[in-house]
């Protein structure tokens, strides 16, 4: 989408240069601060103290690292400055990983279902019912925070997976409007051909609809699994204990154990690093996609 | 008979199937977001504490929070905040659009620039906490480089709630250039081409055609940046949990503290109501003003 | 519209349905504090002693100072020796995740069996019915209460009621660099036999103004002392304080005459008192006017503790379970010095920790077998042998000392002001604890940022807290 008018039009080379500085400029605010986690991780924990201004990692070491992920005992780690309880990291990993993943399956899966009814099936109190779910999405986390973290709680369900991925699991407001308007959009004659076969609705929605959709089913789903990975206050609440424990939280709980009367930003920034590599993996393998997904939600 | 009994058969097991098609969501919407909403309310009317058994306390809550002077200032301190926050992102994000419309299409780009939302809320405040300490933060030496005196940053009244903001818009402004120049590709460009042949410049197209165009997806970004920025939470709990003093002590933070230092049921759902209300008022009044679903083109 | 408005009807009518429903349901949280029976078992006489090899049973302990944990490690094991029935699992959180973790932990039913317990939050526990009372246990087993510091296990008690046994305690000392007093020409002894007063610092103030020096080496007593290039602070403040100012201000407050409340469980405070003001005015006065300390922004930031191992300042003041913070790799020679004689003589806060039972647990009588062994000389022997606090009991307090002494420190500034006489004033135990918290903390921080005098801080701070108790 090349735009012809801007080659034409007269333009100032000032003007341009300039841009391009301020762009440039835009790109090294961007990534900078994630450098210096990189780099802050990367330096000998006494010198990060000491040697502030430097650019590159100081004494480099990969010490942090390991002590994060637990390759040093409790008095080792101590001795350097750390925290006897490190970042208990694959645990987390695996957590945050199980977390994500089975809830956004399923809130992927059963939106898609309840979307597809919205958009193809003719129900009573179809319309009224999209009404209220439109109405829910206006409604701040924090209005129903308490009374979920006293739900879970009774149910018996805090410091468990389910408690953490009950709320989404069946639905969002946002991933059933978001597919509702997916299937609203594609095309019926798959659809009226199936029938005509003979196909029962569920047979059209499990072969047809669902096949179709896959774009923007992953797009979606892509988004709600970054929402899920980074959130926080809901996963502290209800998923505190270790076993269930997931990253977010785990580094917010290691920034309060303030060893030394501060925290111990070395391992801090080696953690927040190492959290840090699947979001970008994520990002890398289906990185124009994960683009594009953002910009598709700008029409919603 | 038969052709008129088998439609309303059919119309009959299509009901059936879309129930069953909506029921997990049902559920999911009944138990986790409608009955909690219903509850929340009811709880705003008792003292309950999570441990003792809860007393029914009338409005008393309601009657409270309209002469609280810290929940005034926690809305003053969150409308600062979304004052500074909202202008400023939306108009880096805008130039960060254009440009990246006019020199660089490159996902790479792009993907640089999503790149701070794509980390947590926990991360990002970690990050600059860090950057931002007022002894060791490397934005101090490079201020003190410059010959300036050190700032306080987060540690001082004054900067504290700007700082958030400065930290929130370096976290959201790609994320929203991404979604304006998005919004930018549906321009039609002859509508450009057409006002160039009339002669006109840069600057009268930007203001001409391209705001007036773009207006349906500002107003998308606009309603729920400014819902979410009411909702701050995540980067004060890490950095300045409400302080120093309160300058930082928005809506959302003076909830948590009630509910969860306090541990104030019945007042920080209370608290939580009030937010509601607000929030969907603002929505609603912005939705009017901006007259949402159509751009100039239709 | 017309769909809109049905629509509108339907939502309402479907929110009151759930209103009729959710009625029946929020009497749920209200009905079931989930811990109520076991709390009512807990306060009637508790059997004899279960078998302890009946079946394994794992307690779980809570603690926050990670210094502590390998001391109880240690003491865990040699509990389950003695009875290979009960394993103690130790769990460790910074302060804030730890008192968190343990509230929610009530709510949730996953809190400790037995977890160590703060004079500033046992009575909110209590009045909620969440602590187990140790009086039939104590009766049953013939626990001696006095085996304790002297005061100590007074602390723990309401209305005949015990919630814990005393474990460590801790008084406030003056922690100096002694290359910088050195460097000052001033003395140790001076440091020790220094007096205080609100006015204008004594004696003490003096010296704060002596070890503080500009860019070009002058120090604050000097006309020409320029405080906005400050390289060496005389004096880092550990904070505001918040309500109770425990390592920051309470010594010079009540060595003015201050006093916070009427002793235990009072229900009025006297934050007002001019002798507060004065010395809170002063205290904040040492970075406000005078530069000789660092903002409340650079000790927020990294705390007293790195500010003054990092070589910033050459005194400061701090409690005694943060010795081994104070001298552990630290590059220059630290030292404890006795705090200053204000107008009513040398005054430390005294405070005591104590471990309490969770009435949810469900090994009480497990709980209550740990408990009385990690309050006993035995496992206080071995916690002070490890040198990293005073435990409560004076054989522990000895292995301490035998300790530090190891290690080459001298710590007698700390115990000298336990064992003066008056030397020490008790740890403000009060209801509201949770509210005093947040209000103070906000006030304080307001005095020590210069926005707020102390005079008018702390009359809006007494009138909030005392509104509390209404």
Not at chain 1, 75 to 97: D, H, K, P
Not at chain 1, 118 to 142: E, H, K, S, W
Not at chain 2, 62 to 76: C, E, P, Q, S
Request: proline residues 5%; charged residues 15%; glycine residues 8%.
């Amino acid at each position: 989408m090349s735009r012809a008018h801007t080659r034409t039009a007269p333009t100032i080379p000032l003007a341009t240069i300039l841009a391009w500085i301020a762009f440039a400029l835009v790109m090294l605010v961007t990534l900078f601060p994630v450098y210096w986690v990189l780099r802050t991780a990367l330096s000998d924990h006494k010198e990060i103290y000491v040697q502030t201004a430097v650019l590159w990692p100081v004494g480099f070491t990969l010490d942090n690292f390991k002590r994060v992920l637990g390759m040093f005992t409790a008095e080792q780690s101590v001795a350097m400055g750390g925290t006897a309880t490190g970042i208990n990291f694959w645990l987390y990993l695996r957590n945050s990983i199980i977390v994500s993943t089975f809830l956004v399956a399923g809130q992927t899966f059963f939106s898609a279902m309840s979307a597809y009814a919205f958009a193809r099936l003719r129900f009573p109190g179809r319309d009224q019912l999209f009404f209220l779910y439109l109405t829910a999405m206006m409604i701040p986390g924090v209005v129903t925070l308490i009374p979920n973290f006293i739900l879970i709680r009774d149910l018996k369900w805090l410091d468990t997976f389910q408690g953490i991925m009950a709320p989404g699991f069946l639905m969002t407001p946002f991933t059933v409007f978001f597919l509702r308007q997916f299937f609203l959009g594609i095309n019926h004659e798959l659809e009226e051909a199936a029938t005509l076969d003979g196909a029962s609705i569920p047979m059209i929605f499990w072969r047809v609809a669902l096949p179709l959709s896959i774009p923007a089913l992953s797009t979606l789903a892509i988004l709600q699994f970054i929402a899920t990975w980074n959130d926080y206050l809901w996963p502290f609440l209800v998923g505190k204990n270790e076993a269930v424990r997931v990253l977010t939280v785990a580094l917010a709980i290691f920034q309060s154990q303030t060893p030394q009367g501060a925290p111990d930003w070395g391992g801090l920034m080696a953690g927040t690093a190492l959290s840090l590599v699947p979001t970008l993996v994520i990002f890398l393998v289906f990185g124009r996609r994960a683009v594009n997904a953002i910009q598709f939600t700008g029409f919603r | 008979m038969t052709t008129h009994r088998q439609p309303r058969l059919a119309a009959r097991r299509e009901a059936l199937y879309a129930w069953a098609f909506v029921a997990p969501s049902l559920i999911g919407f009944l138990v986790f977001f409608a009955v909690p909403s219903v509850r929340g309310l009811l709880m705003s009317f008792t003292n309950w504490d999570l441990l003792r058994p809860a007393k029914f306390v009338g409005v008393a809550n309601y009657v409270r929070l309209l002469g609280d002077a810290d929940f005034r200032h926690a809305l003053k301190v969150t409308a600062y905040y979304v004052l500074m926050n909202i202008p400023i992102q939306t108009t880096l994000a805008l130039g960060i659009a254009v440009m990246m419309d006019k020199f660089s299409k490159s996902t790479i780009i792009r993907g640089i620039l999503v790149l701070p939302w794509l980390l947590p809320n926990i991360v990002v405040a970690l990050i600059w906490l860090w950057l931002l300490d007022p002894t060791m933060g490397f934005l101090n030496q490079i201020i003190m480089g410059l010959g300036f005196q050190r700032q306080p940053f987060l540690g001082s009244t004054d900067q504290a709630m700007p700082t958030i903001a400065a930290i929130n818009i370096w976290r959201h402004a790609g994320y929203t250039a991404i979604l304006l120049y998005a919004g930018l590709q549906t321009i039609p460009k002859e509508i450009y081409e057409a006002a160039a042949i009339d002669g006109a410049n840069e600057r009268q197209m930007f203001f001409g055609i391209t705001i007036p165009l773009l207006r349906p997806v500002l107003v998308f970004v606009l309603v729920t940046t400014i819902i979410g920025s009411f909702q701050i939470f995540d980067t004060i709990a890490i950095t300045t949990k409400g302080g120093p003093v309160d300058a930082t002590r928005v809506v959302y933070w003076y909830i948590y503290e009630y509910a969860f230092v306090r541990f104030k049921m019945g007042y920080a759902t209370t608290i939580s109501v009030a937010l509601f209300v607000i929030l969907i008022t603002i929505t609603f009044i912005q939705m009017r003003y901006f007259n949402a679903n159509s751009s100039d083109l239709d | 519209m017309r769909s809109r408005i049905n629509a509108l009807a339907l939502a309402l009518s479907i929110a009151a349905s759930m209103l009729l429903v959710a009625c029946g349901g929020a009497a749920a949280p209200a009905a079931e504090p989930t811990t109520a029976p076991e709390a009512a078992a807990a306060t009637e006489a508790p059997a004899a002693t279960a078998d302890p090899a009946a079946d394994a049973v794992t307690i779980r302990y809570g603690l926050w100072d990670g210094n502590q944990q390998p001391a109880y490690e240690a003491c865990a094991a040699a509990f389950t020796k003695d009875n290979p029935g009960i394993t103690v699992k130790v769990e460790q959180a910074g302060w804030g995740d730890y008192w968190n973790g343990v509230q929610t932990g009530m709510v949730s039913d996953t809190a400790p069996d037995v977890f160590t317990n703060h004079l500033a939050k046992y009575p909110e526990f209590a009045s909620k019915e969440q602590l187990v009372d140790l009086k039939p246990f104590i009766d049953r087993d013939g626990v001696d209460t006095k085996q304790y510091l002297a005061g100590l296990a007074d602390l723990w008690g309401r209305d005949g009621k015990t919630y814990g046994l005393p474990k460590d305690w801790d008084t406030i000392a003056v922690v100096y660099n002694q290359d910088m007093l050195d460097k000052a020409g001033v003395t140790v002894d001076e440091l020790n036999n220094a007096d205080w007063n609100a006015k204008d610092g004594g004696s003490f103030g003096q010296i704060i103004k002596k070890l503080t020096l500009d860019a070009n080496g002058k120090n604050a007593l000097d006309a020409d002392f320029d405080k906005t290039t400050v390289v060496q602070y005389g004096f880092i403040p550990g904070g505001s304080g918040g309500a109770y100012g425990q390592t920051q201000w309470s010594h010079w407050a009540v060595s003015n005459g201050f006093k916070f409340n009427d002793g235990l469980y009072a229900t009025k405070y006297y934050y007002d008192d001019p002798k507060l003001a004065e010395t809170i005015q002063w205290y904040a006065n040492l970075n406000l006017v005078d530069g000789v300390a660092p903002t409340l922004a650079d000790v927020k930031s990294l705390g007293a503790n790195a500010l003054f191992t990092g070589g910033k300042g050459a005194l400061t003041t701090d409690g005694s379970w943060m010795i081994g913070a104070y001298t552990k790799d630290t590059k220059f020679k630290v030292g404890f010095a006795r705090l200053p004689k204000g107008p009513e003589g040398r005054k430390s806060m005294f405070n005591g920790l104590a471990d309490s039972i969770w009435v949810g647990s469900k090994h009480q009588e497990e709980s209550w077998q740990w408990l009385k062994f990690a309050s006993s000389p035995a496992c206080e022997n071995i916690v002070g042998s490890y040198g990293v606090v005073f435990p409560a009991v004076q054989s522990g307090v000895d292995a301490a000392l035998a300790a530090y002494k190891a290690k080459g420190l001298d710590v007698s500034a700390f115990t000298a002001q336990a064992t003066e006489a008056n030397g020490t004033f008790l740890f403000p135990v009060t209801d509201h604890a949770s509210e005093i918290g947040p209000i103070m903390d906000a006030l304080m921080d307001s005095i020590m940022l210069g926005e707020k005098t102390a005079v008018d801080g702390l009359k809006e701070g007494n009138d909030q807290v005392n509104a509390l108790f209404q």
